[in-house]
């Protein structure tokens, strides 16, 4: 891992924590991390901008506060075992493997799943496997996670993604329809009880295959 450069301190400082981020492992993995490499090279010169940067395939980078403010909500530690729906270029996949033990990553895009393993080779990330998988066809080989983290939006929350977490787990979700959607938390307790917290407001793209809400006719 490379020492931090001056834009990745700018990014870390005026871009992350000015958007309420405090954690300093949070922040170290912001410092740390090249985002360059993980950048398609027509748009290198955005790289540390706080942009959803295209990715093709209709799917953008997350933007770096959304990054942030996800990592800080998850609050992934050493031992945890995490599931990212949605690999895009794979840097917040390396985000995550920074923090915690393992991730596994699952990409509907064959492209973007072989890019984003080679990225991840490229920052010398070698405990996170991306997977091309659609997750709504995908059987999980683990019995369960620490960490599940859905890249793309769902128009109406579905449930069905806390059956993938441990008592104890944690989800993030983004839930609803341009223009509004909601970040959410939703943690399940020893009893596997949702508690939800509502994190901040967002737009980013939708989760391929997602439900989408009933349409009403008249």
């Given at each position: 891992?490379?020492?931090?450069?001056?834009s990745?301190?700018?990014?870390?400082?005026?871009?992350?924590?000015?958007?309420?981020?405090?954690?300093?492992?949070?922040?170290?993995?912001?410092?740390?991390?090249?985002?360059?490499?993980?950048?398609?090279?027509?748009?290198?010169?955005?790289?540390?901008?706080?942009?959803?940067?295209?990715?093709?395939h209709?799917?953008?980078?997350?933007?770096?506060?959304?990054?942030?403010?996800?990592l800080?909500?998850?609050?992934?530690?050493?031992?945890?075992?995490?599931?990212?729906?949605?690999?895009?270029?794979g840097?917040?996949?390396?985000?995550?493997?920074?923090?915690?033990?393992?991730?596994?990553?699952?990409?509907?895009?064959?492209?973007?799943?072989?890019?984003?393993?080679?990225n991840?080779?490229?920052?010398?990330?070698?405990?996170?496997?991306?997977?091309?998988?659609?997750?709504?066809?995908?059987?999980?080989?683990?019995?369960?996670?620490?960490?599940?983290?859905?890249?793309?939006?769902?128009?109406?929350?579905?449930?069905?993604?806390?059956?993938?977490?441990?008592?104890g787990?944690?989800?993030?979700?983004?839930?609803?329809?341009?223009?509004?959607?909601?970040?959410?938390?939703v943690?399940?307790?020893?009893?596997?009880?949702?508690?939800?917290?509502?994190?901040?407001?967002?737009?980013?793209?939708?989760?391929?295959?997602?439900?989408?809400?009933?349409?009403?006719?008249?």
């Amino acid at each position: 891992m490379q020492t931090s450069t001056p834009s990745r301190t700018q990014m870390t400082y005026q871009q992350v924590r000015a958007w309420s981020v405090l954690p300093p492992e949070t922040l170290a993995v912001f410092e740390q991390l090249p985002r360059e490499i993980f950048v398609p090279v027509a748009s290198l010169g955005a790289a540390y901008a706080d942009l959803a940067i295209p990715l093709g395939h209709g799917q953008h980078m997350l933007t770096p506060t959304v990054v942030g403010r996800l990592l800080q909500a998850v609050t992934v530690g050493r031992g945890d075992h995490v599931l990212e729906i949605g690999t895009g270029s794979g840097y917040l996949t390396a985000c995550l493997a920074l923090l915690g033990a393992q991730v596994q990553s699952l990409e509907i895009q064959p492209e973007l799943a072989h890019q984003a393993r080679e990225n991840l080779k490229a920052a010398g990330i070698g405990n996170a496997q991306v997977e091309d998988a659609d997750v709504f066809s995908w059987q999980p080989a683990a019995p369960g996670y620490d960490v599940v983290i859905l890249t793309g939006s769902l128009p109406v929350y579905d449930a069905r993604f806390e059956s993938l977490l441990k008592p104890g787990g944690r989800l993030f979700v983004v839930a609803g329809l341009a223009p509004v959607m909601e970040a959410q938390l939703v943690r399940l307790n020893s009893a596997k009880v949702r508690d939800v917290h509502s994190l901040f407001e967002t737009v980013i793209d939708p989760l391929t295959h997602a439900t989408m809400p009933s349409q009403f006719v008249f």
